[in-house]
């Protein structure tokens, strides 16, 4: 588990829409299973989005600990604490109530 300071500034910034899309997603419905974020995802994108796609897109946002996945029956996906800072982050800029410094604190 990476230190909380470390996880402070982690930016969304450099993350393609759909992972911001789909991070969001998992902040609304809590820990999901892969084929409900898939519904959430088609139903957003007018064209859809293949399941391949979105199990792509869930490894890299594993392998950035923006996720985590627990595999019982099903695999689970859930945001670290990483994610959740991250996405207050970007909702706050996107509120413009962030601090702009131009680099970390």
């Known amino acids: 588990m990476s230190s909380s300071g470390e996880n402070d500034h982690i930016s969304l910034a450099g993350l393609s829409a759909t992972h911001r899309d789909l991070l969001w997603v998992l902040s609304q419905t809590g820990p999901s299973e892969s084929s409900r974020l898939h519904h959430a995802l088609t139903d957003y994108y007018t064209d859809g989005i293949n399941k391949v796609r979105l199990c792509d897109t869930l490894e890299e946002l594993i392998k950035r600990d923006l996720v ?3 595999t019982h ?3 689970e996906y859930r945001l670290t ?4 800072h991250a996405l207050s ?3 706050a800029w996107q509120a413009g109530t962030h601090n702009v410094t131009g680099g970390r604190e």
């Not at 604490?81 to 959740?84: D, F, K, Q, T, V």
């Open 73 to 75: 029956n099903t695999s």
């Open 89 to 91: 982050a970007r909702q």
């Open 68 to 70: 985590t996945v627990q």
């Open 81 to 84: 604490e990483s994610a959740r």
